[in-house]
């Protein structure tokens, strides 16, 4: 009799705890997707840069070389 009257308070409790943890779940995975995503990009930011300074460095050394000077 006296479980029937804390059968409602359980299931909210039981509801709260399930979104709980599924909020924090869901959290820490997009966490890590983010994570691993950024990481990736600032790997080709990188590369994107140095491939441009090697594109500049070339292209520099070439107007040099046709003005008679050294790079």
Known sequence: MIFSYYLPLLFWIY???ALLIG????????????????YFDIKRLFKRISE??????????T???KLGGTP
Do not use: E
Not at 52 to 61: I, N, W
């Open 15 to 17: 509801l709260w705890k």
């Open 23 to 38: 909020a924090l779940a869901l959290f820490g995975g997009m966490a890590v997707w983010v994570t691993i995503g950024g």
């Open 52 to 61: 441009s300074h090697k594109a500049a460095t070339v292209g520099r050394a």
């Open 63 to 65: 107007k040099l070389s």
